[in-house]
């Protein structure tokens, strides 16, 4: 967490890329960063970022809320120029599915890498500092390279690559500028992260890569720490704590398994961990009425027919979430389940996937049960944006005012 905390929040100006239904847009705006503009395809995506068209800061007042300019359509129509040196932050999550461990694995030649649009982003508006996330998939021993050649291109944003010039010659080009002491250019210091938001008080297992610059100019010394929260933690509270009193969990229901049945055999209750519990699934979504009787709160209708496949079981109620998913065509079978005490398993529903997911109650999501359940799937834990929003606005403020 960040060694000082400022008295209040600066605003700082950025343009979100790739915003889906808003969860990193939504964190960062709690952060200070609020949007000039915000770039979506979808047009789900778009109704969802218009019908929740305010940025949430610390409190509700409307001296606090800022409109989100939404431009739908494609990232590659949109002109950066005019926010040239005008902007803190660039933000957002390229299309993933090249990279994800679940999907097709194209990658680089893949015509929805939206990577290189990112980069244009930042070479064109030239901000104080970028924030994009992508999927754990891209750190696999097969994308390396890859990896290597997203974050050079980050790195020298102007070294742009020549016409019909493959990838892999554009890479040596930038491996050549990198090591040579002559740089004029727009250079940016750029750090790689991979994340797990259950580490920073997100109710999922969610891993994410972080990729996150600051132009030469700014003297920022960021880093970002392992995070508050352990399984440990939570193990300790579970065997030692008022977790399932606090929830008010029957004994013969009070279950630990996997990972956290091994910590708990070498756990005593003198070594409580000096970190925060993971938060659980049950923490988020305890307080919501069964979906299945009752369903008056926005977003919680009851979703049938979920069944369990071998490997896709459910999440566990006094675990975090298994990473929520989206699929290639809809939610991809024996996911985003809940799985009950007794072994049964339903559907989250979309209330409880944002919840899981960290987004305000106030939210609201467009579209079909499926294609919300795509956009939460796609999002960036609004919580785990937050935290990172406040360790980079951090960084440039202590910058400024060195």
């Excluded at 933000?91 to 015509?111: I, K, T």
């Excluded at 960021?222 to 969990?249: C, I, M, N, P």
């Excluded at 009950?340 to 939210?363: C, H, K």
Aim: glycine content about 6%; proline content about 6%.
């Amino acid at each position: 967490m960040p060694e000082q905390q400022f008295s209040s929040i600066k605003t700082r100006k950025s343009v979100e890329l790739f915003a889906g239904a808003g969860g990193l847009g939504i964190g960062l705006a709690q952060a200070g960063f609020v949007p000039e503009m915000v770039v979506e395809f979808n047009k789900w995506c778009c109704d969802t970022l218009r019908e929740n068209h305010t940025v949430l800061l610390d409190d509700d007042t409307s001296e606090s809320q800022h409109p989100w300019k939404v431009q739908e359509g494609d990232v590659r129509l949109v002109d950066f120029r005019p926010f040239e040196n005008k902007l803190d932050l660039v933000s957002g999550g390229p299309p993933c599915q090249p990279f994800s461990l679940g999907g097709r694995h194209r990658a680089y030649d893949d015509a929805r890498d939206m990577f290189p649009q990112a980069v244009r982003a930042v070479r064109e508006a030239k901000p104080k500092a970028f924030v994009f996330e992508n999927v754990k998939g891209l750190t696999r021993a097969s994308f390396l390279p890859y990896f290597e050649y997203v974050k050079l291109q980050l790195e020298h944003p102007e070294l742009v690559a020549l016409a019909d010039e493959a990838w892999e010659d554009h890479l040596r080009r930038l491996e050549q500028h990198h090591t040579s002491t002559n740089r004029p250019d727009l250079h940016y210091r750029v750090v790689t992260k991979l994340l797990n938001s259950a580490n920073y008080g997100v109710p999922q297992k969610r891993e994410r890569v972080l990729f996150v610059g600051f132009r030469d100019d700014v003297d920022a010394r960021w880093s970002f720490d392992s995070g508050d929260y352990t399984q440990e933690a939570l193990v300790w509270d579970q065997l030692y704590g008022d977790y399932w009193d606090r929830h008010k969990v029957a004994l013969k229901d009070r279950v630990l398994e996997g990972r956290s049945l091994q910590i708990s055999k070498r756990l005593s209750v003198t070594e409580k961990p000096d970190t925060l519990p993971w938060r659980t699934t049950r923490d988020a979504i305890s307080d919501l009425p069964d979906p299945e009787t009752e369903n008056f709160v926005s977003n919680h209708r009851f979703q049938p027919n979920a069944r369990t496949y071998p490997g896709h079981t459910g999440s566990y109620l006094d675990d975090p979430s298994k990473t929520l998913k989206a699929g290639v065509h809809g939610v991809p079978g024996g996911e985003n389940m809940l799985r009950r005490a007794d072994g049964s398993v339903r559907y989250f529903t979309i209330r409880e996937s944002a919840r899981i997911q960290t987004f305000p109650d106030t939210y609201k999501f467009h579209g079909a049960w499926s294609e919300c359940m795509r956009q939460l799937g796609n999002a960036v834990p609004a919580e785990l944006a937050r935290v990172v929003g406040e360790s980079v606005a951090l960084r440039l403020e202590s910058s400024e005012a060195a």
